[in-house]
């Protein structure tokens, strides 16, 4: 059994952070390359987290920008910038604009919510999503002046939405 010092758990630091966003651009550029695929990366560091963006006008981008495709290799560059640092990561990764895409999605989902509320539900439910879907639906719902809780565990945690 190994041990872990308090530091393990302190934020990271905005170099911490910045290795942590090298380290996945590397990554990134092999996947990229193993796939025959173009694409320009931007590092950023924003919110305590790592933000690593895969931009490109080239067709062969779409193969990887769906948001479950994304996930994926969002899971898999964390592990990778995980072992090399050996510390966890919450880097965000978005491709082709599909972070975006996907709050676009997500704000229709709470429109349909806000729509059973204003049919008389006291509640309404959205489906199991990371916690960061769920962090984007909080800040839709308080821009929109609702309230949002996340109940459940792990793969079936999801978000409710209710009148303040």
Same mark, same amino acid.
């Given at each position: 059994?190994? &041990?872990?010092? %308090?530091?393990?758990? !302190?934020e ?7 290795r942590e966003?090298?380290? #996945? !651009?590397?990554?990134?550029?092999? /996947? *990229? ?5 173009? @694409? ?6 924003r919110? @305590? ?12 981008? $779409?193969?990887v920008?769906?948001?479950?495709t994304?996930? #994926?290799? %969002?899971? /898999?560059? +964390? *592990? !990778?910038?995980q072992? %090399?640092t050996? +510390? ?8 082709? @604009?599909s +972070?975006?895409?996907r709050?676009g %999605?997500l704000? $229709?989902?709470v429109?349909?919510?806000?729509? $059973? *509320?204003?049919? @008389?539900?006291?509640?309404?439910? /959205?489906?199991?999503?990371s916690?960061?879907?769920? $962090? /984007? =639906?909080?800040?839709?719902v308080?821009?929109?002046g609702l309230? &949002? ?6 793969n079936?945690?999801?978000? =409710?939405?209710?009148r303040?």
């Open positions: 059994m190994t &041990s872990t010092s %308090q530091t393990d758990h !302190a990271p630091t905005t170099e911490e952070l910045e966003g090298d380290v #996945a !651009a590397d990554f990134l550029e092999g /996947l *990229l390359d193993i796939a025959d695929i173009d @694409g320009d990366l931007d590092l950023d560091v919110q @305590g987290r790592a933000y690593v963006s895969v931009e490109s006008d080239h067709p062969s981008i $779409k193969a920008s769906d948001p479950d994304v996930q #994926a290799l %969002q899971e /898999l560059t +964390r *592990l !990778a910038v072992n %090399q050996g +510390r966890f990561s919450r880097l965000i990764l978005d491709i082709g @604009g +972070r975006d895409a709050r %999605q704000e $229709k989902l429109d349909v919510a806000v729509a $059973k *509320l204003d049919e @008389g539900a006291s509640q309404a439910s /959205l489906p199991a999503m916690s960061f879907e769920r $962090k /984007l =639906v909080h800040d839709i308080a821009d929109r309230i &949002s809780e996340s109940y459940g565990e792990q079936a945690r999801h978000t =409710v939405i209710r303040a």
